[in-house]
């Protein structure tokens, strides 16, 4: 960090200096509020009522060291995670890539198959799921190419927005009307082995995979070409916390809209992609009104176009330094060239997750829960390289993890270690 950096550091900033920094993690909010929010969550709260809001609140806490390290890191190191993993070995470095490779069509093709599925709301039957996921998936690419970092950083500031306005809003209407289960109404239990796949499925994108540090760190880098050292690491650290929070605090809105308005009704989640669409939008309408109806099914979809733009740019940027890096000598810096392969990586991405669309043929609910489930089996080992990043000798010690954080990130690796055994017993025996 240049010494400049460090004199506008323990400079006060102003509230104005604040929101023009922000950017990569409200990049990384958009990419989070997707198929852990609007099903997972919501699911959660339609069959449990507000029995998982423990289990969310908890993993959200246990993953944020991880999360926080790839703001923490590229700011104290003047370098991104990607850079950092192949600090800690080459072999890491390959290791990432691989599961990034896999992750990223995954990843891409449920949250397109989703927004693709919001979209048939506005279109009708004239379109199917796969022709409207197509649809989403080149006006994503278009977005991108076109628009760049800058245009998305600024667009999805304002969607983020929108998004949370109209769900806490309906989460405070639906509250004041009360749930709709009987008082003698007795919920289905969590807490037993038949449901670990579910808990499994809710943990791995809740808030997101955490290989979405990764991307936070390019996005940092990136906007740190813009901002030169008016972008300092409290500001980053002030950015990632405002994202990070955002997205747990509307976590825990889809599960009350789910046990308000769902929990007890008898009405079962859709696993088709527009019957879900619709059904979700529902919910909002019953709460807020038929007026809110057309707005709300544009908000869920410029939300989940937001994800499907950020996931697509985010595995890329990635994947691109990875591949950058691979080209350097082990353990090198920076080297300003980590964006080469972006757009082609972005392309090829697109091109793969349109033929996984048409091979599940709309079957949305099993795509998202099988993304959610390798995310969560991936966090490990990524929890694993952030922690381990922390203590190289790139990180300054007045940037280095404190005891707490240390010790939350001890007991985050051992449970996903412990669930991870518990989920492949289930698999096993018990499925």
């Known amino acids: 960090m240049s010494q400049t950096a460090e004199a506008a550091q323990r400079t006060p900033r102003s509230i104005s200096h604040y929101f023009r920094v922000l950017g990569p993690g409200i990049l990384g909010a958009a990419a989070a509020i997707g198929g852990s929010h609007l099903v997972a969550s919501t699911q959660a709260g339609a069959i449990y009522g507000w029995q998982l809001v ?9 993953k944020y060291p991880f999360f926080q390290i790839g703001a923490r890191y590229t700011m104290a190191a003047n370098e991104s995670l990607i850079q950092g993993y192949d600090r800690i070995g080459r072999g890491y470095l390959r290791l990432f890539t691989l599961l990034n490779l896999l992750a990223s069509v995954i990843s891409t093709a449920g949250v397109a198959m989703l927004c693709g599925s919001i979209l048939g709301l506005f279109v009708g039957d004239s379109l199917n799921v796969t022709q409207l996921s197509m649809i989403v998936l080149a006006g994503s690419l278009a977005f991108l190419i076109t628009g760049h970092y800058r245009t998305l950083d600024r667009v999805t500031k304002w969607i983020i927005v929108g998004l949370a306005v109209a769900t806490v809003t309906a989460v405070f209407i639906a509250l004041n009307r009360g749930g709709v289960a009987t008082p003698d109404f007795v919920a289905p239990s969590p807490w037993n082995l038949a449901s670990v796949g579910f808990l499994v499925a809710l943990m791995g994108w809740m808030p997101a995979p955490i290989e979405l540090s990764s991307w936070n760190s390019v996005w940092l880098r990136q906007k740190q070409k813009e901002l030169g050292d008016e972008l300092d690491y409290q500001g980053a650290l002030v950015d990632f916390n405002v994202g990070y929070f955002t997205s747990t605090l509307l976590a825990i809105a889809f599960v009350a809209l789910g046990a308000l308005v769902l929990h007890g009704s008898g009405e079962v989640m859709a696993t088709s992609g527009i019957a879900f669409a619709h059904q979700l939008v529902n919910v909002y309408a019953s709460v807020m009104g038929e007026w809110s109806r057309w707005l709300i099914a544009m908000v869920a979809f410029l939300c989940m176009f937001s994800t499907t733009v950020t996931v697509l740019d985010g595995y890329s940027r990635a994947l691109s330094e990875c591949l950058v890096q691979f080209g350097q000598p082990k353990g090198s810096g920076p080297t300003g060239h980590g964006a080469r392969y972006t757009y082609p990586l972005m392309v090829a991405m697109g091109v793969v997750a349109a033929f996984i669309i048409m091979f599940f043929k709309g079957a949305l609910l099993a795509m998202l829960e099988f993304a959610m489930i390798s995310a ?10 952030n922690f381990r990043l922390m203590q190289l000798p790139q990180v300054p010690s007045q940037y280095r993890l404190g005891r707490g954080m240390v010790m939350l990130s001890r007991v985050g690796i051992l449970f996903f270690a412990g669930f991870n055994l518990l989920f492949g ?6 499925k």
């Open 54 to 62: 423990g289990l969310l609140l908890l993993v959200n806490l246990l």
């Open 376 to 385: 969560f089996i991936s966090a490990l080992v990524f929890a694993w390289l």
């Open 425 to 430: 017993y289930w698999y096993l025996f018990v």
